[in-house]
DNA sequence: CTATGTGAATTTATTCACAGCA
DNA sequence: TGCTGTGAATAAATTCACATAG
């Protein structure tokens, strides 16, 4: 909106956009205080400060990628962490064949090396290694000191109450389709 | 459970799992017909079985990937799409240096031969190329007339509403990780 | 005038509590 | 006896409707 010359946007605009009723977006916004103004909008850049206060990614997050397979790569050359205020600061494997290799501007280095991560002040690890190494890595990851993981490894892994893991199986998020798929569409 | 040697599962096992309350399990259960057994739990095979149906995941879906750049060779390389039934038949890139090249059992073809996914009884694609083809793209797999669209580009694709569209923006999984992380985490 | 912010009304989701069945 | 299935009760989420502010 902001790249279209807008300055507000509405909550009949933003309701369009996330296709839901404009009453659910005011309240929501309510409940954090009433950041709009009346007869206009609400002010595209406040909104996205407001936002990102809310869901705490107002400051900058390092952050630790263990395994740098195909998927770590993926994650590697992904574009938009910035965005939302997050960035590689490592990346670790297992394999010595990729140890000391840069790939997007970070040098790989040997797991074992994890250890180091609070010193460097990194508390979000991205987890992305095969199956059968997700439990260990996560028990290193906590020894280390994060407080969050992002877990790609399609398994569930068991940490203290104090760390928070959010895990995403690819293959689940594909099971969701078919359900919403009409029987037949048109060429 | 079936791995270590379990024929059945009550709510309320499955509620620990999960973390809700037993009583939403057997609700959610019964709007779908009720297949337990009182006394007993649901038995492990027909209740996956049942599932399965539920969500249309009962039958073999072929899939074509669209971008076999990191992202996409993560996909290929993903196990458990099987689990779920789901196929990756077929991939494409724009790339005439992978077009011919195979990677784990597909031949890498050009993206123009995307008109013939129907003809090969494929009705999904996942789309894990760069943001700015990703509409484009989109439209291309209307008219191959797929049903369903997997989308790992990070923006907003629009299509007629005889698909279905899930997108995927693993930036935005990120983001919602500081919000649910404590303040300190202990070593 | 226009669009927010918010109590009240409504709808939806979850939990309770227990009858009923293996 | 043990656990499901389900009406009734409760809680939560969403929508309505309108006073209020720019």
New interface residues.
């Given amino acids: 909106m902001l790249d279209q010359g807008h300055k507000s946007i509405s909550s009949g605009q933003l309701a369009d956009f996330v296709g839901v009723n404009p009453s659910l977006i005011r309240k929501d916004f309510s409940y954090f205080g009433g950041f709009g103004t009346r007869g206009v909008g609400y002010d595209i850049d406040d909104l996205v400060k407001q936002i990102k206060k809310?869901?705490?990614?107002n400051v900058m997050?390092r952050v630790a990628l263990v395994g740098v397979?195909?998927?770590g790569?993926?994650?590697?050359?992904?574009?938009?962490?910035g965005?939302?205020g997050?960035e590689i600061a490592a990346a670790f494997d297992i394999n010595p064949q990729k140890i000391g290799r840069r790939v997007h501007n970070v040098v790989i280095e040997d797991v074992s090396e994890l250890v180091s991560l609070?010193k460097r002040g990194i508390?979000?690890a991205i987890v992305a290694i095969p199956?059968d190494a997700a439990q260990q890595t996560a028990d290193d990851l906590?020894?280390?000191?994060?407080?969050?993981i992002?877990n790609f490894s399609?398994c569930h892994i068991t940490v203290p109450r104090?760390?928070?893991v959010?895990t995403?199986?690819?293959?689940?998020?594909?099971?969701?389709?078919?359900?919403?798929?009409?029987r037949?569409?048109?060429?």
């Fill in positions: 809310i869901l705490k990614i997050h397979g195909n998927l790569s993926a994650v590697l050359a992904y574009p938009g962490f965005v939302y997050f609070k508390d979000i199956r906590v020894k280390a000191g994060v407080r969050g992002l399609p104090k760390l928070k959010i995403i199986d690819i293959a689940m998020d594909f099971a969701r389709l078919p359900y919403y798929m009409p037949q569409a048109g060429a």
